[in-house]
Every structure is written in structure tokens, then in C-alpha cells.
């Protein structure tokens, strides 16, 4: 693959791509199951659960910090390619991003083991992230050129995107120590089908009056775009059946990796609560399927030189010969080395102050030898609080902060309210509805209500859905 379709295929996933992957409303909602992925540590009452397959949890978010599609392409009156210079190429900033994530279960199940404080749980599901920051010095150069920009040196670490599609298997194990305290721990295997990362750029491209001509361009550089599975999978779609590759590579015949997730409920008191999670602490080793790309090295062009002594050859190909000087000139290679690529963890924490009348549990609160000990307290009809989201990315941790309220309407209906603070959005109002009809348990959210008004005009949203069935048990 030439370098040419290399960056085009890096800077497309960039602009087009557009996380979160905060899930601050199902965070803490421990009537659904799903709950649990986000805090393996949560509090239980389930005598078992089973996800309806690829129906249990279904999840999409989408950002962008710095543009919306309206900034651009809104009917006020201005022209199109002033808004594109004046509130993308130089109205963004190198910190915005434009992310995605999706997540889709396939299997997803729990139970209570013989021994009622401990819950299992396992299942598999395909996650999909990708992020790309502005690279804002690459606009300017693509957008007005470097005539009127000598000496300015373009930052060549703008350029950092990553993103990735992988199957991830899941076993946990969720134990009540006491009355105050509940722990879970998760562990992970992930199948990698495809991954791309570019994050450790640097260096410079300059242009600088030329000795031999008018002209002289810089190009020093330290940059590197790793890839696995993307081979496969284009070979595959030559080959019209890029489906099962896809499958193959999902279930064990890609890049593997592990890791794990660990988190807690803690009870200060009769209605305080304490919770934290520390999600997907792992990487994948890739080794099957690699292609990395380099730039390394320092050179200088001076385009076409021609001095009067020389006699033109009206037949000379001067752009043909200035891109071989290039090509020759520029240090760059290709190599197929493994590489580790480490997941984007990341940490919730919260508390929670339940208040109200008291709603009795479903499940067997009185059961084993230590009928006490093994109690578990009456739910609330109220709960307010505040939660804490930060996720490690390219740039840096990247945080959110969230005030929730929530609703038990018995144990049919529980409502979820929350507003967020973020680098998307600072008016970030979502709502959750959990529907417990008998067995079958139906939970729906949205974030970003507000924006619904103008989808066009939003930088963030998102949404999850997803169909269980669950067993209390006998009381």
C-alpha cells in the first residue's frame, strides 16, 4: 500500500470516525445486569440472569469537541469555505477529537453459586473504538499551502489516531464480604480482528528560502503508523468474504490479549454508598498479520532545479524526477514487527445517597448458614449522588463528572436522570428507563437530550438498549 493511501486512510478515520464510551447511566443501575460490566463489584440480588443474544446490550456513542455538522454546513448566509477555514482548519485545536464506540453482546449470562454471596458471570461481545485528534498544523498546510509560510515549522505530532475492533471474552466473579461490603473482579481475553494506532509522533516540516532554487522544504521526522488484521481483512473483501475472516479473526484466530476489572460497594452507612471500578487493565500482543510504516530522519528538497548551462530536454519529466528525488530522500519503511497495544482503561467511581421509603428486594435475602451476615439491605425509592468517569487516551486522561437522580417505582419501573460535564458538552442531560415485567427486564438511555432539538448541531451522542430475562429465585 503506497504511503500516499496510507495517510489517506489515517486522516479519513480521523475526520470521519466520530466517545465517549462514559456510561454514566447504566453505571450504579443495579437493575440491570449489564450494570455489572461497568463495576464488577456491584451489589446483586439475581438468582441468575441470561442476555437475549445480540439483543442484551446494544451500544453506540459518538463526540466531536471542537465542530458540529452544522458549524459547517448550517444555512446562515456565509460562505462554506470561509466557515471551513475559520471554525475548522483554524477555529479547532489540536486537543479536539473526534471519537467513537460501539459495543454489541452476543452472550452475555449470570448465576448465584452454591455459595449465595458469590455471583458469576461471563459472556462475549465486540467492541469497536476509534479516536482522532485535530491535526490542525497538517489543515493549514493542505488548505493554503506553504508560499506565504516560510519558516514556519508545521508540527508534525498533530497527527495521533487510534482506533480498533476486537471480540472480548468475560468471566467474573462478584462476592458479598458483608452487609457493607461487595467485590468483583473480571477476566478478559481479547481476539483482536483489526487495530491501527499512530500516537507518538514528532517533528517538523519547514519551508526556507532554497540555495539552488527559491525554495528549500525540511522534513524531520519520527513518526510511525502500526497496523495488524488490516491486511486480512482487505484480502478478504478482494476476496468477497470478509465476513469470515472477520469471525475467524473474532474467535481466537487474530491478535490475542488479556486483562481484567476489578471494583467495589462500600456502605458508609445505612444510606450512604461508595463504588469504584477500574475497567479493562489489559493489552493485546500483535503479532499475526502486522504492517508498520515509518518516517525516520531528516531530508531537504529543493524541487526541480535547472540551471542556465544545462540544456532542456523538452522531453524530461521534471514532476516525475522530483517525486523519485522525494521518494529517495524521505527515510521511509515498512517493517512487520510485533507490537503491544494497550486498552483504553478506565475508572469510575461514585457516591450515592439513597433516601425515601424502602423498597424490598427480590432476591434471597435470608439464605445459608449465616442468614444475617448474608442480608441484603432494602433499596430506596430515591437516590441522588455525583459519579466520576475518567478514561486514559492518546493525549491524556480525559474526565467527566456527573449528578444523577434516581427513581424506584416499586420493582417495575426505575428512572435514571442525569447531567454531565465533559469536553463535548457542559448541557449533557440523559435519561434511563429500566422496565421489569415479570422476568423479562427491558432497560433503554439516551444521553444529550437537548440536542435532539437540532441532531445537526450536536458534538455528542449516544444511546443503549438491551433485553434480559431474570430469576430471583425463592425467597
Avoid at 367 to 383: D, E, F, P, W
Wanted: overall charge negative; charged content about 20%.
Amino acid at each position: 500500500m503506497r504511503i500516499s493511501q496510507l495517510l489517506f486512510v489515517v486522516l479519513f478515520w480521523s475526520c470521519l470516525v466520530v466517545q465517549g464510551q462514559n456510561k454514566q447511566l447504566l453505571y450504579d443501575f443495579v437493575e440491570i445486569p449489564q450494570a455489572g460490566m461497568v463495576n464488577p463489584g456491584m451489589e446483586t440480588d439475581f438468582q441468575w440472569y441470561s442476555g437475549v443474544p445480540a439483543l442484551s446490550g446494544i451500544m453506540l456513542q459518538a463526540g466531536s469537541s471542537g465542530i458540529s455538522v452544522n458549524d459547517i454546513f448550517a444555512n446562515d448566509g456565509l460562505s462554506i469555505n470561509d466557515k471551513v477555514r475559520d471554525r475548522a482548519v483554524f477555529g479547532m485545536k489540536p486537543t479536539d477529537e473526534l471519537s467513537g464506540t460501539f459495543q454489541m453482546e452476543f452472550l452475555n449470562f449470570g448465576f448465584r453459586g452454591r455459595d449465595p454471596d458469590i455471583f458469576y458471570s461471563g459472556g462475549m461481545y465486540l467492541e469497536g473504538d476509534a479516536i482522532g485528534y485535530w491535526f490542525k498544523d497538517y489543515a493549514i498546510l493542505g488548505f493554503e499551502g506553504n508560499a506565504d509560510r516560510l519558516n514556519q515549522r508545521f508540527d508534525v505530532s498533530h497527527l495521533k489516531t487510534r482506533g480498533e475492533l476486537v471480540n472480548i471474552f468475560h468471566f467474573g466473579v462478584n462476592k458479598r464480604v458483608d452487609r457493607d461490603l461487595t467485590i468483583g473482579g473480571r477476566a478478559k481475553i481479547y481476539s483482536s480482528i483489526f487495530d491501527f494506532n499512530s500516537t507518538k509522533n514528532k517533528g517538523y516540516f519547514v519551508t526556507t528560502e532554497g540555495e539552488n532554487n527559491i525554495f528549500a522544504s525540511t522534513l524531520n521526522t519520527d513518526m510511525v503508523l502500526r497496523t495488524s488484521g488490516l491486511q486480512a481483512l482487505y484480502d478478504a473483501n478482494e476476496e468477497d468474504n470478509i465476513a469470515g475472516t472477520a469471525i475467524k479473526r473474532a474467535l481466537f484466530g487474530g491478535n490475542l490479549g488479556v486483562g481484567v476489572d476489578v471494583g467495589f460497594t462500600y456502605h458508609l452507612n445505612e444510606q450512604t454508598v461508595l463504588t469504584g471500578s477500574l475497567l479493562d487493565l489489559g493489552f493485546i500482543y500483535h503479532t499475526n498479520d502486522t504492517k508498520n510504516y515509518t518516517l525516520k530522519g531528516t531530508a531537504t528538497v529543493e524541487g526541480v532545479v535547472v540551471t542556465p548551462e544545462e540544456t532542456i530536454n523538452p522531453d524530461t519529466d521534471f514532476w516525475e524526477n522530483l517525486v523519485d528525488d522525494i521518494e529517495s530522500f524521505v527515510p521511509y519503511e515498512e517493517n512487520s514487527q510485533s507490537y503491544i497495544a494497550f486498552r483504553p482503561t478506565k475508572l469510575y467511581a461514585s457516591v450515592r445517597y439513597n433516601f425515601g421509603e424502602q423498597v424490598a428486594r427480590r432476591g434471597n435475602c435470608e439464605c445459608g448458614i449465616n442468614a444475617t451476615r448474608n442480608s441484603l439491605r432494602s433499596k430506596y425509592a430515591n437516590s441522588v449522588g455525583g459519579q466520576l468517569y475518567i478514561i486514559n487516551r492518546p493525549r491524556g486522561p480525559q474526565a467527566a463528572l456527573t449528578a444523577f437522580y434516581q427513581r424506584r417505582l416499586g420493582n417495575i419501573l426505575a428512572v435514571k436522570g442525569t447531567y454531565t460535564v465533559d469536553k463535548f458538552s457542559y448541557t449533557n442531560l440523559g435519561l434511563g428507563l429500566n422496565f421489569q415485567l415479570g422476568p423479562v427486564n427491558l432497560y433503554a438511555m439516551a444521553d444529550n437530550l437537548l440536542a435532539y432539538r437540532n441532531l445537526a448541531d450536536s458534538r455528542y451522542t449516544s444511546f443503549q438498549l438491551g433485553l434480559n430475562i431474570i430469576s430471583w429465585g425463592k425467597k
